[in-house]
């Protein structure tokens, strides 16, 4: 979404995008992991720009409305707390012998050592404020030049206060593979790899054009399709079908019914994205936060700061609110405008400064979307069992391929993947027709 575009969700709302030029929200995709190996190769063969998303800022937030007054809490004084008493309770118990019969003494003394240095406890094992701690935590007085004030350590969080906050269930975040660095995004906007795409295939497309029904017989295939009103017939040796369950549920088509009750069985999980334009950068400006995911236990979840432009003096554009669940299907019954309002009143809590700063927003959910009616296929492990392979089968001349049809649900690299492995098997089983 850029400035200047027009967007009619179900319903009739359309929204008009106010951003300033340059400034731009992803509301559907926004990353790509470095062991996406599908998608890297295309931005690689397509000579894509890309550059580094930042996932995991220590000098952002963590925040919950239960624990320490509401006020949020920076990400690095949280993980270094955690681990540093995480790791004197560790330690404790070694020196204690609790561990006697799991470890042997050289492995108890290795182990030591590395609470030591993994927590910056002190040479007894003891997690305290000291200069040390606050290398990782941040100091009340940083370290300066000349006659600046002597550096002073910070002072740490209340063990029992953190336990309680949980907190420390947003710090692993980053750790999860999908969200490990380096993660990218194409320069200027997600959709710059379906660009690359178009560039390459576009006088094969038929745009603005609905499927409205397929049939096949053991000799090929038909699809009918509704273009600006007007009814049109396509006919093909084979089909590679990637209509999202969520609309190929709705259309009459001819399989098998074992691929009948898988596409008819997978829900979709809702989402909301809403992007929030300020007068400035304040993250930047105010709070040194450069990139980056803050989080909270608001219906919001979390906060995303643009990884690019930084110190920039215009406008902004933040990742404002990224909801899900329930909270996702209420976002998603209000009218565009009044889930911009809610993302403010709930980044409020966080950031004060949306009060004085926000400008313009626009909002996207995913379950009001045209053509894909929710975000990404919501697989269970029974659901898996059940239906799976029979959505993923060559069923006659007809091939399903998508996110839904990967294990790697709601990404692209599910998606593309998908269809290399569906091409294959279809090219198998066209050649074996050949024969």
């Known amino acids: 979404m850029r400035g200047g575009d027009t967007y009619t969700e179900l319903g009739g709302e359309t929204q008009q995008c106010q951003f300033a030029e340059g400034n731009y929200i992803n509301p559907g995709p926004w990353r ?5 190996h599908h998608v890297m190769s295309y931005i ?15 000098n952002a937030l963590v925040h919950s409305t239960k624990a320490f007054g509401g006020k949020p809490q920076r990400y690095r004084e949280v993980q270094a707390d955690y681990q540093g008493y995480a790791a004197e309770l560790l330690g404790k118990a070694l020196n204690q012998n609790a561990l006697d019969d799991a470890l042997t003494l050289e492995d108890r003394e290795k182990l030591f050592e590395s ?33 600046s004030p002597k550096p002073e350590p910070s002072e740490l969080f209340d063990q029992s ?11 692993v975040n980053g750790q999860d593979i999908e969200f490990q660095s380096s993660i990218f995004q194409p320069v200027g906007g997600m959709d710059n790899i379906a660009k690359a795409f178009e560039k390459r295939v576009g006088d094969l497309i038929e745009y603005n054009a609905k499927v409205t029904k397929i049939d096949q017989s053991d000799t090929g295939v038909t699809v009918n399709y509704q273009q600006q009103g007007i009814a049109k017939t396509a006919q093909a040796d084979w089909c590679v079908c990637t209509i999202p369950l969520s609309i190929l549920s709705q259309i009459p088509v001819q399989t098998s019914s074992g691929m009948q009750a898988a596409i008819r069985s997978l829900p979709y999980a809702a989402s909301v994205k809403v992007g929030l334009e300020f007068k400035r950068r304040f993250w930047e400006q105010d709070e040194a936060i450069y990139g980056g995911v803050s989080y909270t236990n608001l219906p919001i979840t ?9 110190c920039d003096k215009g406008k902004g554009v933040l990742l404002g609110a990224y909801v899900w669940g329930a909270n996702a299907f209420e976002f998603t019954s209000l009218p565009p405008q009044e889930r911009v309002k809610k ?3 709930y980044g409020k809590q966080i950031h004060p400064q949306y009060a004085e700063e926000f400008d313009n927003g626009i909002s996207v959910g995913w379950h009001r979307v045209p053509w894909t009616q929710g975000c990404y296929g919501l697989w269970t492990e029974e659901k898996r069992a059940e239906h799976y392979e029979n959505l993923c089968q060559v069923d006659g001349r ?8 990967s294990n790697l649900p709601a990404w692209q690299e599910g ?3 998908s269809a290399h492995d569906a091409i294959k098997r279809l090219h198998q089983k066209a050649l074996s027709t050949m024969a």
Not at 117 to 130: E, F, I, M, P, R
């Open 32 to 36: 790509v992991p470095y062991h996406h």
């Open 302 to 310: 979390n906060i995303s700061y643009p990884s690019t432009k930084f």
């Open 115 to 147: 609470l030591r240095h993994w927590g910056a406890l002190t040479n007894k094992g003891d997690y305290k404020k000291s200069y040390e701690v606050s290398l990782r935590r941040g100091f009340a007085i940083s370290p300066g030049g000349g006659l």
């Open 398 to 405: 007809l091939v399903l391929a998508g996110e839904h049809a």
């Open 44 to 58: 690689n063969e397509f000579n894509i720009a890309i550059e580094p998303f930042i996932q995991v800022n220590y």
């Open 343 to 345: 993302a403010v009143e």
């Open 161 to 171: 206060a953190l336990i309680q906050s949980e907190l420390w269930k947003y710090i």
């Open 415 to 417: 998606a593309i993947s």
